[in-house]
């Protein structure tokens, strides 16, 4: 089976503070690894994705997250947040023999000015 | 080109009317989705179209809830004798269908039953 655990429910940081939003899945073989971003009244967008190659994954607005495979996780990262930044985020995973994605249960990123 | 649309945006009904909600995939996209977010929660998959194939409707919570797709076109979701538990943003979202393929979502519509 394929699961995403996504512990941070929100996170509260400070404008121009580094922030690290955790996603962890569960699969027993080769995955693809989504984030998603949804703003304010706004619907859900692709941020970045991890299908092969590279572990380190860039995208938009300045995020990167990076695929470990030991750790099973696709952790986010963004070096200095803004006040846009201020959204929920969905981690995502898809195994292989699989043909549907499975969504976390989202994390909540609230900069502060 | 457009992207993915839903109707209504907004439905307020009450308790035990039935509901049909509309989504418009983006053309050429073989995959359909359904999901439902409740208030303060996650994506709650309910249903997956993927071109003629069966459809997986495994996250179907209750027998109330149905879809149908036409085709690689428009699909509707149906909720019968509608529960004050159903209210929540349902979300549409449609891609190539290929694994790994970005997912397109649509704005949602908000269900209230009073």
């Known amino acids: 089976a394929q699961s995403v655990t996504q512990l941070d429910s929100q996170v509260p940081v400070f404008e121009e503070a580094p922030v690290e939003l955790r996603c962890n899945y569960s699969?027993?073989?080769?995955?693809?690894l989504f984030w998603y971003v949804q703003y304010p009244n706004q619907g859900l967008q692709l941020l970045l994705k991890?299908?092969?190659?590279?572990?380190l994954v860039k995208g938009i607005n300045g995020f990167e997250a990076e695929f470990n495979k030991s750790q099973t996780s696709f952790h986010l990262r963004k070096p200095s947040v803004h006040i846009s930044d201020t959204a929920e985020y969905f981690c995502?995973?898809?195994?292989?023999?699989?043909?549907?994605?499975?969504f976390g249960t989202g994390t909540k990123l609230q900069v502060i000015p | 080109g457009a992207g993915v649309s839903q109707s209504p945006s907004n439905k307020v009904t009450e308790k035990g009317k039935d509901v049909e909600l509309r989504c418009d995939p983006i053309?050429?996209?073989?995959?359909l989705y359904w999901y439902r977010q409740r208030l303060g929660q996650g994506l709650e998959f309910l249903i997956y179209?993927?071109?003629?194939?069966?459809?997986?409707k495994s996250g179907l919570p209750s027998d109330r809830f149905s879809a149908e797709r036409t085709g690689e076109s428009v699909s509707t979701l149906t909720i019968q004798r509608t529960q004050q538990e159903d209210s929540a943003v349902y979300l549409c979202?449609?891609?190539?269908?290929?694994?790994?393929?970005?997912?397109?979502f649509g704005p949602g519509t908000r269900l209230t039953v009073l």
């Open positions: 979202a449609s891609s190539f269908g290929r694994a790994g393929d970005e997912q397109f």
């Open positions: 699969s027993s073989v080769s995955v693809y």
């Open positions: 991890y299908l092969s190659g590279s572990t």
């Open positions: 995502a995973v898809l195994s292989g023999g699989y043909q549907k994605v499975t």
């Open positions: 053309s050429g996209h073989t995959a």
């Open positions: 179209f993927q071109g003629n194939s069966a459809p997986d």
